[in-house]
């Protein structure tokens, strides 16, 4: 019997809290998960991806998603690779350093430059408070950003801190995520530089 998982009118990240913690309890198994905004829809299916779930069906439904996910066998979910150093660079603001703000800006430029050109990438880049700004448009260190997508660093938004600069359509580079995500690369993280 299919498992009912109703997530309508819940924040994030507490719909793929949810759906993880249903499929952590089980070895084999479905589930429909429904919410009520594409948002969480797009965070269930990645969290699908990195669970290795089946995404069976999405339907779209009176302004509401039904998502349904299968479990074929026992599988950790959110299980990543070990056999390398993992580190994260969690940056929460739009200036490097505290002072003088125009400075702030270049510093940062000239940090994302340099991160790109280093030889040891960070498997996570992690934007969030007012350092979305710096992947949304009208920022200058967008070739940095996408430089170091273009090498394989995974580049995360947090999607509240977008909605909440009223930024999620200027978004130019990167997915929008979620809090128990961005949890999830900083706790996986050998190593978490905070700029």
Do not use: H, R
């Not at 019997?1 to 993880?20: S, Y």
């Not at 429904?34 to 999405?58: F, G, Q």
């Not at 400075?103 to 996570?124: H, Q, V």
Request: proline share 2%; charged share 25%; glycine share 6%.
């Amino acid at each position: 019997m299919t498992k009912l998982i109703d997530c309508k009118g819940l924040k994030c990240p507490a719909p793929v809290i949810n759906t993880k913690k249903y499929f952590d309890s089980i070895d084999k198994g479905d589930a429909n998960i429904i919410v009520d905004n594409e948002v969480a829809k797009n965070n269930i299916c990645k969290l699908a991806e990195k669970s290795n779930l089946l995404v069976k069906d999405i339907k779209e439904e009176n302004n509401l998603f039904n998502i349904e996910l299968i479990k074929e066998d026992s599988c950790s979910c959110l299980e990543e690779d070990s056999s390398k150093n993992k580190l994260a660079v969690v940056v929460s603001k739009n200036v490097l350093g505290s002072g003088d703000d125009k400075l702030g800006t270049a510093l940062m430029k000239s940090y994302l430059y340099a991160l790109s050109e280093s030889d040891k990438l960070p498997t996570d880049v992690v934007f969030l408070n007012g350092g979305v700004k710096l992947t949304t448009e009208g920022s200058n260190c967008i070739e940095s950003i996408q430089a170091l997508k273009d090498k394989g660093v995974n580049i995360v938004n947090c999607g509240t801190c977008l909605d909440f600069y009223g930024l999620k359509d200027k978004l130019k580079i990167g997915e929008i995520s979620n809090m128990y995500s961005i949890v999830e690369i900083m706790n996986s993280a050998d190593n978490t530089i905070f700029i």
